[in-house]
């Protein structure tokens, strides 16, 4: 939990300096943990998909052939739990948590960026692996 409270502080700390409006910030800063949330949880789903359903991805069977279905339907009704949990997790401790994240030292402040920078990287390399494992089995 502590881990998804800093990855907020930073995040939110990164969209406020290139932008002043405070709300485009808070609302930039969930999106992004939603999104690299979901990058985790398509990880696992394409990864079990390959291991245990010989190839057959499991988001076929939630997803039809109607895109404009999926687009407006299925994905917001897969997105919002996400979005509602983190939302509410959040918002429960944050602020006793951002003074403690700013009474960090600068190396202690280096060394979890360089953390932060790595899940971030390594979500998204695990995704394009989980993407392509079935072609290399």
């Not at 999104?35 to 696992?44: A, D, R, S, V």
């Not at 990864?47 to 010989?54: D, E, K, L, Q």
């Amino acid at each position: 939990m502590n881990s998804l409270y800093y990855l907020y502080y930073r995040l939110f700390n990164y969209y406020r300096k290139a932008n002043d409006i405070e709300i485009f910030a808070t609302i930039s800063t969930y999106l992004c943990i939603v999104g690299l949330l979901w990058i985790n949880i398509g990880t696992i789903l394409f990864f079990v998909s390959t291991i245990f359903f010989n190839r057959n991805s499991l988001l076929d069977i939630v997803f039809t052939d109607n895109s404009a279905y999926n687009r407006f339907v299925i994905t917001p009704l897969l997105i919002a739990p996400i979005f509602i949990v983190i939302f509410l997790l959040i918002n429960k401790g944050i602020k006793q948590k951002i003074e403690e994240f700013d009474s960090e030292s600068a190396e202690e402040r280096k060394q979890h960026g360089k953390k932060v920078l790595a899940y971030i990287i390594l979500s998204i390399i695990m995704l394009m692996l989980s993407i392509t494992s079935p072609l290399y089995l």
